[in-house]
Each structure stands twice: as C-alpha cells, then as structure tokens.
C-alpha cells in the first residue's frame, strides 16, 4: 500500500521535474513566468472564468432577467444585502454582473477562437504558397483592414436578423478580427520558412501539408497565442460595445455592455451610479487581465516573431 | 525627403482597396435585410405607392446595373439622398455638416494623448525599473483596457455631476448661444464670430463666451479620448526610447563625451519618435471609429451618431456614405503614416 502511494508520488514528482525543466528549456514560458504583472494578468483570467462558471451553474439567468418590482426594492444604493445595489427594474446587480462574466467569457472565447483558426488557415496558406495565393487572400484582408474595426462591425451587424441576438455581435466580429491574425500568422510562417530546417524537410520529400502541419505549426504557436490573447481583450470591448449601442444583447439579458448602456441612459444623470459602475468595473478589470497576460507574453517572445505582432 | 515614386505607388495601390471597399458595402447593403422603399414610405403606406419608390430608385434594376450606378456615384462622393433621418437633404451635405464634429472631436482627443503620452513615455524609459516606470506601465495598460464607455460615464459623474465643474452633454449652451456654423470646428467658428453683449437677456457678457462655453463642453469628452490615446503612445514611446538607447550611435555619442541629457534628447528623441509617430497615426483612424461611442456617451451629434441611428431606422444611403467615408479617411490617415514614416526614416524600403 504504502510502497504503491510512494512510487505514485515519486512519479509525481518526476512528471512535476519533467514540466519545470521543459519550462526552464523553453525561454518562453521562463521569461513569462518570472513577469510579475503578466501572472497578475493570468490570476485575474483565472478568476473570472471561476465567477463566469460559477455563474453559469448556480445564477438562475430567468430570474436576474425578469424585473423583480415587488421583491427588491428599486434603485437600491449598494448595501449589505445588495452589494452592487439594484436597476431601475428593481433586478438585483451583483448575479446580473456575475453572469456578465459567463458572457464575456463565452462569446470572447468564441468570436477569438474562430478567428484564430480561420486567421492561421489563411495566414498559413497565402505565406506557404505565396504569389497568386497570397496576393489574394491578404488584398482581401486588406480591404477589411481598411475599416476602423468597431465601424465595420456596426455595418455588418446590420446583415444578420435581430433574432440572433449576441451571435450577430460574434459573427461581425469574427470577420472583422480575422484578417488581424491573418496577417500575423502569414509574418510568423514567413519567418519560420526561412530556416534551414523547412528547406531540409522539403529536401527530404516531405508533402506541403505534412511541412505546414509539423514545422510551420507548431513554430507558429507562440506568435499564435499572444495574438489571441492581445485580441481577447479588445474582443470583450467590442463585443460590449456592439450591445452598448444597442446592436448585441437582447432587452433583459445581464450582459455587461447591456447593463452599462441602461446605466448610462436611465442611472448617469439621476445619480443611481452603481448601475453602469459595477458592470464597467468588471468589464475594465478583465480586459486588464489579458492585457497584462498578452503584454507579457509579447515581451517573452522570440524578437523575431514579435516584429510580426503589432 | 519623400520620394514621389513611392508615394505614387502608395497612391496607385489605394485604388484596388477603395474599389474592395465600395464593393463590401454595396455587398452589405444588399445583404441586409429590409426594403429600403418600405423604409422611405413607412410602414402604413400603399404596396403600389412602395412599388412607385423602387421604380424611381431603380431597386428592380439588375444588380450590376446598380453596382455599376453605384461605383461611379461613390467616385463623386455622391451617396444619394436621405431616407428618413433627414429626408431628401443629399448625404454628402449631411456629412458635410457632421464630420468636422467628429474631426474636431477626434483631434482635441489625439492632442491631449500627444502632449501626456510622450513626456511619460520619456520619464518612463528614462527611470526604467523605477516605481515610476512600474506604475506609468500600469497606469498606460489600465488606461488601454478601460472602454471609453465606462471611463466616459465615469467622468461625467464625477467633474458633471459629483463636483458640477463641467457640463454633461452636447457641445455648447444650446439655450444661450447659437452659432452659425461656418467651418463645423465649434472651437473656431465660436472663437471667430463671439457673441453681441447686448443680446443676452441684460447680463453683461465677455465677447468669448460662447467659445468659453464650447471649450467647457469639449473638455470631458476629449479628456476621455485623451486618457486611451496618451495609454497607447507612452506605451510606444517607452519601449522606442529603450531601443533606441541601446543602438551603437548614442553610445558613440556618449564616448565623444556629450552628456547624457543632451544625447539623449538629440539623438535618442528624434529617433524614437518614428514609431511613435505611426501609433499616432494609427490610433486617430481608430479614434474616428471609437468616435461612435464617444459621441453616445456625451450626446455629441457627429457622424459616430448618426451611423448608430442611420443603421436603427434603416436609412442606407446615410450609413453607405458614411461607413465609406470612415473607410476612405482611415485609409487616407494610414498612407500619410506610412509616407511620413518613410521620410523620417530614410531606410525604410521604398
């Protein structure tokens, strides 16, 4: 029994050495660890996908969406019992901005992930077969490129029926963040196909899927990663911002650009701050996390790649 | 110096993405849902008085043909006439009338974000690893990460509505004064023509007021502009002025025996400045964007909120012209970085 529990920590702790030598082995990842604000950065990350699934789990969404004249009292000052006070629907704010985080979270994710993979296939494809390929896929990001960011998602907003609520918000957004990795990944593959080892590998016989898949990748993933995490912040902004002005969220749903937006509009000038105070906060202080992650991420990178990242 | 074949190249390449441009929006318009002639005639209106409008639009035309009608429009900054927010006035005039709003708007904001931003990226570089690098780092990164519509709403209640020291909303005292507008810059039109003392209702007036009360009413909104910008370009000018103090050229400096202040203003300014200058240059295109929210937040009647309301009820020909025009400044603001980039720093591949 005992001997069985020793070997199975002694294999922890081989697996635990293994992690800390690959981390020590990759200049990356050491350089990242030793940035006090870029952990900073992860420990909030870290705690608002706690509270977004906390919420999601034990915040019951029909409730907190309802308007709750007759059980709360309206436009409550934050109190002990209301900690982040009550709207003007007399809702109570504090689960509201909680669950805002299973939004931000969920759709961030989505609307950053889907790009990132669509970016990488395009970015890949135009820097590995370049001439035709690449004139035409990065002149059409290019075009997208053109728009201030936020503007071309309002305009093609206007494309998707209003039923879809939120989604609408994702899909103008995915389209509008793809060409930023697009391009940042076909700078990266550039670089990475400059080395001997692809030429090596070419040599070898290998096919073009088998050099993009296992060399360029995987070189790749770093640049790749602090992309999306630079994005994921400007992501959740936009994606508040879209609701703020009327084009995300439906009527009732406790997103944080919603609750910001009827905070600014019915709570501003009547003095009820704590209505678009809180969700802002919360709104503020992740985006702060990825900042502080991405930043550091960024500085932890090879200098070569990071010509490529803006 | 500017090289005139590049900046004819640069020039040449802004057409295939000006075309690319007007084609997404036509592509987006046709898109959307709705029929722009139900929009014009309202809701309660006749099936043959909407037949009527889509006649006289040439919505029953081939699409080509009005892709074709519209390319050559656009190139004359021709975008029709407005639907329904203000009927029948032309959109160009429209946005004649609305841009240097946002413009105005928009270069009060930069201004404010040029004049903080490159002093504390300079202290910051300079006293690098100091509590004070560590806290304008903090400070920059806070201040990139707060949307403009919480650190907006934020100002207001405190300079508006906590000490009372600013106004709300709008851009002048509508009720006091009312301006003619000239050049749309209020600062300028206010400046320029003042107000009669003698118009207003017995009190004695300075001939400034008017300009007093639009300096008043611009102050919190390019504030809130100025705090994301200065974040963004001390950001740029610290770790430009880090880069540029490790080049060979300062350390020669150093070694002839300049001091370290004179070098580093002489020869470590002057180059640390060109990315610097791009940042600016990126940062106003996408103030022109953020605009939109600025703009809803103070009650400011730019061209940010007339986008947002143009895209509420409907009126395609105002949200065509202005998503192009945004478009087409964006575009415009990006190559004037680029071509001033290459004539700071000749080595930039022309």
Redesign the interface.
């Known amino acids: 029994m005992s001997t069985e529990t020793d070997t199975g920590a002694e294999a922890g702790r081989r697996q635990a050495r293994g992690v800390v030598e690959r981390v020590r082995a990759s200049p990356f990842l050491s350089d990242l660890l030793s940035n006090r ?1 870029a952990l900073v950065g992860l420990g909030i990350i870290l705690a608002m996908i706690v509270i977004a699934v906390y919420a999601r789990l034990f915040v019951d969404l029909e409730a907190i969406s309802l308007t709750q004249f007759g059980t709360n009292p309206p436009q409550a000052a934050p109190s002990a019992e209301y900690p982040f006070g009550t709207d003007g629907q007399a809702r109570d704010i504090f689960p509201r901005v909680l669950y805002g985080a299973w939004y931000a979270v969920l759709y961030g994710t989505i609307t950053v992930g889907v790009s990132t993979i669509a970016g990488v296939g395009l970015g890949t494809l135009a820097a590995y077969f370049g001439d035709v390929t690449d004139n035409v896929v990065m ?2 990001m ?3 490129l ?7 998602a ?6 998707f ?1 209003d039923g879809l609520g939120l989604w609408r918000a994702v899909a103008a957004l995915t389209l509008v963040y793809t060409p930023r990795f697009a391009r940042v990944i076909r700078g990266a593959a550039l670089a990475v196909l400059e080395d001997e080892y692809v030429d090596a590998t070419v040599a070898l016989g290998a096919a073009d899927p088998r050099v993009i898949v296992h060399h360029v990748l995987p070189n790749c993933l770093a640049p790749i990663t602090v992309q999306s995490t630079l994005n994921f ?1 400007l992501a959740i ?1 936009d994606l ?2 879209l609701s ?4 995300g969220a439906p009527t009732g749903t406790p997103s944080w ?1 919603l609750m ?2 009827n ?2 509009e019915f709570g ?2 009547t ?1 009820i ?1 704590w209505w ?2 809180f969700p ?2 919360f ?3 992740t ?2 996390g990825f ?2 992650l991405g ?1 550091g991420m960024r500085d932890a990178l090879d200098p070569r790649m990071r010509d490529a990242i803006d | 110096m500017i090289s005139k074949r590049f900046v004819a190249k640069r020039l040449l390449l802004l057409v295939p993405v000006l075309f690319g441009v007007a084609t997404l929006v036509f592509a987006i318009l046709q898109l959307s849902p709705g029929n722009p002639a139900r929009v014009i005639a309202g809701q309660r209106a006749s099936e043959e008085f909407v037949r009527q409008i889509e006649r006289e639009l040439g919505l029953n035309d081939p699409i080509y043909v009005q892709y074709g009608r519209f390319l050559l429009d656009a190139a004359q900054f021709d975008f029709g006439n407005s639907y329904t927010i203000q009927r029948n006035t032309p959109v160009r005039q429209i946005l004649r009338n609305k841009l240097p709003v946002t413009l105005e708007l928009a270069l009060y904001g930069q201004l404010i974000g040029i004049l903080l931003g490159i002093p504390l990226g300079i202290i910051s570089a300079v006293k690098q690893d100091t509590i004070t690098d560590h806290l304008t780092r903090v400070g920059a990164l806070s201040g990139i990460s707060i949307p403009i519509f919480w650190s907006g709403p934020l100002v207001i209640l405190v300079f508006a509505q906590f000490f009372g020291w600013l106004p709300t909303s709008g851009r002048i005292d509508a009720q006091r004064f009312s301006i003619e507008q000239v050049t749309g810059l209020i600062t300028v039109d206010t400046f320029v023509q003042g107000v009669d003392a003698t118009l207003s209702s017995g009190f004695a007036v300075s001939h400034f007021a008017p300009f007093f009360s639009a300096v008043e009413h611009m102050i919190l909104p390019a504030a809130t502009i100025g705090i994301y910008s200065m974040a963004l370009i001390s950001r740029m000018m610290r770790s430009s002025m880090l880069e540029v103090t490790r080049q060979d050229y300062i350390r020669t400096a150093r070694a002839k025996g300049q001091g370290a202040k004179i070098t580093l203003m002489k020869h470590g300014l002057r180059n640390a400045l060109i990315p610097v200058i791009t940042v600016i240059g990126i940062q106003f295109g996408s103030l022109l964007g953020g605009a939109v929210l600025t703009e809803t937040v103070f009650g400011i009647a730019g061209i940010g909120t007339l986008l947002v309301q143009a895209i509420e009820v409907g009126d395609y020909p105002v949200v065509q012209g202005t998503v192009l025009v945004f478009a087409f400044l964006f575009t415009l603001v990006n190559l004037g970085v680029d071509v001033t980039y290459s004539a700071l720093d000749p080595r930039i591949d022309q």
Do not use: T
Request: net charge negative; charged share 5%; proline share 4%.
């Open positions: 604000l002149r059409s290019d075009v997208l053109a728009f201030p960011s936020l503007l071309l309002l305009a093609l907003v206007a494309i029926p912040g902004i508040a911002a703020f002005l009327g084009f650009g910001l937006s905070g600014v501003l000038l003095g701050w678009s105070f802002g906060l709104l503020a202080i985006v702060l900042n502080l930043d």
